[in-house]
């Protein structure tokens, strides 16, 4: 099964970046890195994914290292509704699931 | 367009029943998949389902059990409940081809007393 190894929460100020390391070293050559966030036991909210080049979105910003075994997520200026479980992910190929972690609680302070 | 939609979401059974729910996945996607949230064991796959058919399966009990309907609805049931499974279920739909993402629903949120 895929493993994926998280910090288990990270803080935070208002208004400034929040990086999210995550360890994915089981990833296969053709599987997608995929980042959820999960806020108050509702369903996680995708945020973005990717497989090797570095992506960008309205959310986020996804780095993914050159041997592809490790991520970051970065929110460029955290807000207080950001705070959430944060779970990375890898799925793709003929593997048609997603294996989560515990996660990162990150705790955006004002 | 309408996100993906799991009903009921909340329900409350007691052991030794079965429970059946249900989940309608964004329009176009025709793949399915379950997922099982608890305090203890965080969130763990139960199966995926693609155009009915099912893909892959999770290390759960033969109690734990789904379908896919020709609209791409699924459905699971737990049969025998124990209180164990007093759980957040989560539905996630994809279009099925690996890369895409996986959206998910409100969940349902079963107590099994």
């Known amino acids: 099964d895929a493993k994926t190894t998280q910090p288990t929460s990270m803080d935070c100020a208002e208004g400034r970046a929040a990086n999210l390391p995550c360890n994915h070293s089981?990833?296969?050559?053709?599987?997608?890195v995929y980042w959820y966030r999960q806020i108050h036991s509702q369903g996680p909210q995708y945020i973005i994914h990717?497989?090797?080049n570095n992506e960008t979105n309205e959310m986020a910003s996804l780095i993914i290292t050159e041997d592809r075994k490790s991520s970051t997520l970065i929110l460029p200026h955290a807000t207080l509704r950001d705070t959430a479980v944060y779970y990375c992910?890898?799925?793709?190929?003929?593997?048609?699931?997603?294996?989560f972690g515990k996660g990162t609680l990150l705790t955006v302070n004002p | 367009k309408a996100g993906v939609t799991q009903t009921p979401r909340y329900l409350i059974k007691t052991r030794g029943q079965q429970v059946t729910l249900s989940c309608s996945p964004i329009?176009?996607?025709?793949?399915v998949s379950w997922y099982q949230q608890t305090p203890g064991q965080g969130l763990q796959f139960l199966f995926e389902?693609?155009?009915?058919?099912?893909?892959n399966k999770g290390n759960f009990p033969g109690r734990f059990s789904g379908r896919q309907f020709s609209n791409s609805r699924s459905e699971m049931n737990v049969s025998t409940l124990e209180l164990g499974d007093s759980a957040l279920y989560l539905c996630?739909?994809?279009?099925?081809?690996?890369?895409?993402?996986?959206?998910f629903g409100s969940g349902t949120r079963l107590t099994v007393v």
């Open positions: 389902y693609f155009s009915e058919t099912q893909r």
């Open positions: 329009s176009g996607h025709r793949s």
């Open positions: 996630a739909s994809s279009a099925g081809q690996g890369a895409d993402g996986y959206t």
């Open positions: 089981t990833i296969s050559g053709n599987e997608y």
């Open positions: 992910s890898h799925s793709g190929g003929s593997n048609y699931k997603l294996t």
């Open positions: 990717g497989l090797k």
